[in-house]
C-alpha cells in the first residue's frame, strides 16, 4: 500500500507532468486576482461549475477570490454517442437551483475541448437574461476547437493530448491528482 502522498506506482506510471502543482496553483491564483478586480463592484457574483470536472478548480478558484460569490452548479452530457447523432449535441441533466436573471454570471469549466458544452451553455443561461455572463475555463485545446466560444479567462492552453488531473478524469479515474498529466496511451 502506498504511504500518504504517493501514488501507486500503477497509476503514475502511465502519466507524464504537464501542468504542476506550483504552476497550477499561480495561474489559479492569478485569475482569481482578475476576476476579483473585474468584478469588484459587483454585490454578489455567481459562479456556476460545470459538473462533474470543474470542482476541483471551482474549489481553488473561490477561496481565492475576494469578491461576494455564490455557487451553483450545472451538469450537461454529450448526446452523439451513436453514430446517427450529431457528436456535437449536449444535453442538460442538472441546472442551476436559482434564478439567474439580472445576475452577474461567470460559467467555470475545467477544459475547453471542442468547445460544444460551453457554447451550449453559454447559449442556455443567456436566454435566462442574467446581467451579465462570462466563461471561465482552466484549460483549452486550440487545436480541438470545433466551434467558436468566448472565453473570458483562460487558464493554459494545452497541446491536443488527453489529461487527467486536478478534476479531469480518465473512466472516471485520476480526478484527485494535485496536478495535471498527460495520459500516455
Ligand atoms: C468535459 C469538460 C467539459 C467538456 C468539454 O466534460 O468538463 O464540460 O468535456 O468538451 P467539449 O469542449 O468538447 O464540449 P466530460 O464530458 O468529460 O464530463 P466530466 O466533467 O463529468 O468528466
Known amino acids: 500500500m502506498a504511504s500518504a502522498g504517493e501514488y501507486p506506482r500503477h497509476v503514475s506510471r502511465a502519466l507524464s507532468t504537464l501542468i504542476d502543482e506550483d504552476a497550477i496553483g499561480a495561474r489559479v491564483g492569478e485569475l482569481a486576482a482578475e476576476i476579483s478586480a ?9 459562479l456556476i461549475g460545470v459538473l462533474k470536472g470543474s470542482f476541483i478548480f471551482l474549489a ?10 455564490r455557487i451553483e452548479f450545472i451538469a450537461v452530457s454529450s448526446y452523439g454517442e451513436r453514430e446517427s447523432e450529431d457528436p456535437g449535441a449536449v444535453r442538460l441533466i442538472l441546472d442551476v437551483r436559482h434564478d439567474i436573471g439580472g445576475r452577474h454570471v461567470l460559467v467555470i469549466e475545467d477544459i475547453v475541448d471542442t468547445g460544444h458544452t460551453l457554447a451550449y451553455l453559454m447559449r442556455l443561461l ?6 451579465s455572463l462570462k466563461s471561465c475555463t482552466l484549460i483549452r485545446k486550440p487545436d480541438r476547437a470545433e ?11 494545452i497541446p491536443d493530448v488527453w489529461v487527467v488531473g486536478y478534476g479531469l478524469d480518465y473512466a472516471e479515474k485520476y480526478r484527485t491528482l494535485p496536478r495535471i498529466c498527460a495520459l500516455e496511451r
Open 38 to 46: 473585474d468584478y469588484a463592484d459587483v454585490d454578489e457574483l455567481v
Open 60 to 69: 481553488d478558484l473561490s477561496r481565492r477570490m475576494t469578491v461576494p460569490h
Open 126 to 131: 443567456s436566454a435566462r437574461l442574467p446581467e
Open 147 to 157: 466551434v467558436d466560444v468566448a472565453i473570458d479567462y483562460l487558464g493554459f492552453d
